[in-house]
């Protein structure tokens, strides 16, 4: 790209030349510039520092006698600037182009930047006409909603060059759809921010939220883009299980220009006349939307947010403080220990915070060893537990209190051995109780309602594989399968769908969707956020690795968790400030934030947190 780094400050405007060649990009420094280039053209910018921008990349727009390769690489160079409706990529294009071509279409993420590779469409040396064929390896698309999907595959498209009439300079007149740039370039351009929706699936009764992960560009207002989208409604994939409180067709008054928080961090939305009319309750919800919205793009940023009607009045107002009282916003937020089964087959807990402490049988049967287990789940309100027994057939459900006897099993696995029988249960967001049967003869995901009565069978169509571990989010409409297909285990995020009438519930699991294309074998995951898990795997022919991933299967800034030999199980709280743990070769291991793996006790298993 040819643009140094510099480290932003804050204060007064100031004015930057940047001297780069004529197909070249300009890096706006916000701050002083640790070095120039020392050739082409010279071009004055100004720009007003911004508290979230280090360095601002606008585009050089194409010289006047700039021939096809230059045009082809400059425009390239365009997609990646932080021109807010790309106006200098515009240039590179005749004027029809320049209206017909929609880069909010798409953006396709390749490995590597594209390649363009040039044949002159002439016989003639002077043709006044080139087509470039650009390629390179898919990696990903973020669709007109900024929804991210990981793709794969090699790709290839055709940029036509013409030269103009009037002028004799060259110009793009026929281009692929959308944008194309290479994985650094949209990491670089991009962040990943969670647009938060209402969900019925709280435990309480009370609303609660989901996250909705969309990608927008992190240089270029990005602020008013955070709430464009939220207003906007959920992405495709999530809107069948989720619901906004703005009404259909809001969006900011027109002539809104960029929304930036005062210096109180207080932000003002002004709304088109589609809102004027909502109640004060509503109101309050869709506040507390854009404030979880706006919180999780900048934590510190925003702590109260005004909306206003078409008119300017006042609709309502919303503090950081008020908005947990309208929504249930991160279920186990408030989980008081982790949980694991000792070396005695009991279950046990210890303090979830602060430095490692010394381990406790839970209060209660599982705790005093009447049944011997394997695995458990605790509840997300940790007044309940589910055990599996040793031997994986058996599920039983008892209650977290001094005294809390054990009944019958609510389930019953006929499968042969241990590896085909009960997995690891999992309650979500309502209280129900989530568990797969592995029996070869008849494999099943299977919920308890309030975990006890019979259990429901869940439907999952299209499922490829046997489901080796299930995980609900405490939003309850998404769940974490591990699933098993000749000999490989993936891990796929799906979409929960409850159907009930006056004689039935149906309960559905549809649009499975892979996040870790690149491990083809994922043994052990657990939620680590509103829309992250941490997982433990192996890349094809590698060791093994534990990294996180996004539900969309959008990478993760910086690295991993520390290196941690023999994983074979891991637990994330939804709150990211509490330590992983992990069965290990060393047994149970906590890792806290900014600390070292520390184990906790020698003689360990299947360590989770509440949910």
Not at 124 to 149: I, M, N
Not at 154 to 178: A, F, M, N
Not at 559 to 571: D, H, N, Q, R
Request: charged share 25%.
């Amino acid at each position: 790209m040819g643009a140094d780094r510099a480290e932003g400050g804050r204060g007064r405007p100031v004015r930057v030349a940047v001297r780069l060649g004529s197909a070249g990009v300009c890096a706006v420094l916000l701050a002083g510039c640790a070095s120039m280039p020392g050739s082409g053209d010279m071009r004055d910018v100004e720009s007003t520092p911004r508290q979230d921008s280090k360095v601002r990349v606008f585009a050089l727009p194409p010289g006047d006698d700039a021939e096809p390769q230059e045009i082809v690489q400059g425009f390239l160079e365009a997609l990646t600037s932080d021109d807010l409706r790309y106006e200098t990529a515009r240039k590179y294009l005749t004027g029809d182009a320049a209206k017909e071509w929609d880069p909010n279409e798409s953006t396709t993420v390749l490995a590597e930047a594209p390649t363009p590779y040039t044949a002159v469409t002439g016989d003639r040396p002077d043709a006044d006409d080139y087509r470039f064929e650009l390629s390179g390896k898919r990696v990903a698309r973020v669709d007109e909603q900024h929804a991210y999907t990981p793709t794969s595959g090699e790709y290839r498209r055709t940029v036509h060059l013409t030269r103009v009439k009037d002028t004799g300079q060259w110009r793009i007149d026929r281009l692929p759809s959308g944008v194309v740039l290479g994985r650094s370039d949209f990491e670089r351009n991009y962040k990943s921010i969670n647009k938060y929706y209402f969900t019925s699936a709280a435990q309480s009764g009370e609303p609660g939220t989901v996250a909705d992960p969309v990608y927008v560009r992190s240089q270029v207002d990005p602020v008013t883009q955070v709430v464009r989208d939220l207003l906007q409604g959920p992405t495709s994939w999530l809107n069948p299980v989720a619901r906004t409180s703005f009404p259909s067709g809001t969006a900011l008054r027109k002539g809104t220009r960029a929304l930036t928080p005062d210096d109180q961090n207080s932000l003002v939305v002004p709304l088109n006349k589609k809102a004027d009319r909502v109640s004060a309750s509503r109101c309050k919800e869709m506040a507390a939307q854009l404030l979880f919205t706006l919180q999780d793009y900048m934590p510190t940023g925003v702590t109260d947010v005004e909306l206003q009607g078409s008119k300017g009045t006042q609709l309502c107002a919303l503090s950081e403080s008020e908005a947990d009282g309208v929504a249930s916003h991160g279920a186990d937020r408030s989980a008081s220990f982790e949980y694991f089964i000792d070396g005695d087959r009991k279950l046990a807990r210890l303090s979830g915070q602060g430095a490692v402490t010394t381990p406790t049988p839970v209060p209660g049967a599982f705790g005093d060893g009447a049944k011997q287990l394997r695995s458990a789940a605790v509840s997300r309100n940790e007044e309940q537990a589910a055990g599996v027994s040793a031997d994986g057939s058996d599920l039983y459900v008892a209650p977290l209190t001094p005294g809390g006897m054990i009944g019958e099993p609510v389930l019953h696995s006929s499968g042969a051995t241990a590896k085909d029988r009960l997995t690891t249960p999992s309650w979500d967001g309502r209280g129900d109780l989530w568990v797969a049967d592995r029996d070869p003869d008849d494999p099943r995901l299977l919920v308890l309602a309030d975990g006890m009565g019979d259990p429901l069978e869940v439907r999952t169509p299209n499922l490829d594989g046997r489901i080796e571990a299930v995980r609900v989010a405490a939003d309850g409409v998404r769940v974490a399968l591990i699933l098993n297909s000749e000999g490989k285990r993936a891990l796929y995020i799906g979409r929960i769908e409850r159907d009930a009438d006056a004689e039935s519930t149906t309960v559905s699991i549809v649009e499975l969707r892979s996040v870790t294309p690149d491990l083809e074998d994922v043994t052990a995951m657990s939620w680590a956020g509103d829309s992250q898990l941490v997982v433990v795997g192996r890349e094809s022919g590698g060791v093994q690795q534990m990294r996180y991933v996004r539900v969309d299967g959008s990478p993760t800034p910086g690295s991993g968790p520390s290196a941690l030999t023999g994983v074979e199980e891991i637990a994330a709280s939804e709150d990211e400030s509490q330590p992983l743990v992990a069965h290990s070769a060393d047994g149970i291991v906590r890792l806290s934030p900014g600390a070292q793996w520390q184990t906790v006790v020698k003689e360990g298993s299947a360590p989770v947190y509440p949910g």
